[in-house]
């Protein structure tokens, strides 16, 4: 798990860049696993100083002094004395949906993640899935993922993998508008339907987050929207 540095004592804290200043108090430190520097005085809950994910940061000297980098800005933290200086356990903090099935540690919802606060592991979720109360045999939770159809999957995509379930519904069922061959579920970056005689035909459709409601005139799918069924193809003009 990863560790913040956190330094507290007497400093003068220095700042070169578009808006340089210098200041002196008893202040806590704290500096980040990606290298934020955050500097906080005894007021408030904006830091005095601060420079967010630098290009580098080092701290070194007895007292230490930080200096943290990212292009023209310069963040300079000279320590004159030290009450503290330690270094931490930290990890994402988020809603938290169960526990870890490795750890019993927090299981917490994060910008697009699923991660334990007391280790390693960690899952990427797909866009838009939602964590169920549900669990899974290998005691993850279980989720839900709309790809046309609403699919409910575990968080782990290894044990339980959501594409080979989309691919029974989408895979060679529709043709393409272009040359009429089929048209194959593609993950690139994202999911698309797209023509199985790439690159001689270029057609491809990103697969919306949405349900699948029924067929266009063009021969493609409609998802559902919110002011009515929407082809899959966003330039199609057929009524």
């Known amino acids: 798990m990863p560790d ?3 330094i507290a004592g007497d400093c003068t804290t220095t700042y ?6 210098e200041k002196r108090g008893r202040v806590v430190c704290v500096r980040k696993p990606d290298d934020t520097v955050l500097v906080h ?3 408030g809950y ?3 100083a601060w420079l967010t994910r630098p290009d580098a940061a080092v701290v070194a000297g007895d007292p230490p002094t930080l200096e943290a980098r990212d292009g023209d800005a310069r963040l300079r933290v000279l320590f004159h004395a030290v009450s503290v200086d330690a270094r931490v356990p930290v990890s994402a903090a988020g809603e ?14 994060r910008s697009g993640t699923l991660a334990c606060t007391d280790c390693e592991r960690e899952h990427g979720l797909p866009s838009g899935a939602t964590v169920l109360d549900e669990t899974c045999d290998c005691g993850l939770p279980r989720i839900a993922v709309t790809r046309g159809e609403r699919f409910e999957v575990c968080a782990d995509r290894g044990c339980d993998p959501l594409d080979p ?6 895979d060679r069922v ?7 061959d089929d048209l194959r579920l593609v993950r690139a970056g994202g999911l698309f339907l797209g023509c199985d005689s790439y690159p001689d035909c270029e057609v491809a459709f990103s697969l919306p987050e949405r349900e699948h409601v029924g067929h266009c005139d063009c021969g493609l799918p409609t ?12 330039d199609c003009s057929s009524p």
């Open 4 to 6: 913040a540095h956190v």
């Open 41 to 43: 005085d005894a007021s």
């Open 174 to 180: 529709f043709d393409c508008p272009d040359c009429g």
């Open 96 to 109: 938290p949906v169960g526990l870890c099935p490795d750890c019993d540690g927090a299981l917490v919802q």
């Open 165 to 170: 379930k989309i691919d029974r519904v989408f």
């Open 16 to 21: 070169d860049g578009d808006r340089a200043f």
């Open 46 to 48: 904006r830091p005095v």
């Open 223 to 234: 998802f559902a929207a919110s002011d009515g069924p929407r082809c899959l193809d966003a």
